[in-house]
C-alpha cells in the first residue's frame, strides 16, 4: 500500500515562510495529480494547492495564491509546498494527497484516494 508521509511543520510566526514535503513510498504516484488540504478546527478541509504529474501545471486555493510554491521532484517522489508570510489564520493540519482516478476537480477532496497522516502548522501573531 502506497504511504504519504509529510513534514515540515510546526509553530511559526507571522510573516515567516515555511516549507512542507509530502513523501510517497511508491513510484506510481509520479504519474498522478498531486495536492495539498489543510483543515483547522471545526471547519471543513480546504483545498490549498495542486500539481499535475509533469509538475507543469499548478492550482491554488484562492486563500493562498500568491503567496504559494507549489512543486515535485518525481525522482525523489516528493511534492512540496511553500507558503510565504504565514498569517494566524494559516494554522491548519496540512496533508497531501493523490487522486490516482476519475475525473473530478484537483481542487475538490473527494476526488483524491491517498492521503497522508498530516503535519500541523501553528502561526502565532
Known amino acids: 500500500q502506497v504511504r504519504l508521509v509529510e513534514s515540515g511543520g510546526g509553530l511559526v510566526l507571522a510573516g515567516d515562510s515555511l516549507r512542507l514535503s509530502c513523501a510517497a513510498s511508491?513510484?506510481?504516484?509520479?504519474?498522478?495529480?498531486m495536492g495539498w488540504f489543510r483543515q483547522a478546527p471545526g471547519k471543513e478541509r480546504e483545498f490549498v494547492a495542486a500539481?499535475?504529474?509533469?509538475?507543469?501545471?499548478?492550482s491554488y486555493g484562492d486563500s493562498v495564491k500568491g503567496r504559494s510554491i507549489v512543486s515535485r521532484d518525481n525522482a525523489q517522489v516528493t511534492i512540496y509546498l511553500q507558503i510565504n508570510n504565514l498569517r494566524p489564520e494559516d494554522t491548519a493540519v496540512y496533508y497531501c494527497?493523490?487522486?490516482?482516478?476519475?475525473?473530478?476537480?484537483?481542487?475538490?477532496?473527494?476526488?483524491?484516494?491517498?492521503w497522508g497522516q498530516g503535519t500541523p502548522v501553528t502561526v502565532s501573531s
Open positions: 494527497a493523490v487522486k490516482r482516478y476519475g475525473s473530478g476537480s484537483r481542487m475538490d477532496a473527494s476526488s483524491y484516494d491517498l
Open positions: 511508491d513510484r506510481t504516484v509520479s504519474e498522478n495529480i
Open positions: 500539481v499535475t504529474p509533469g509538475g507543469n501545471v499548478q
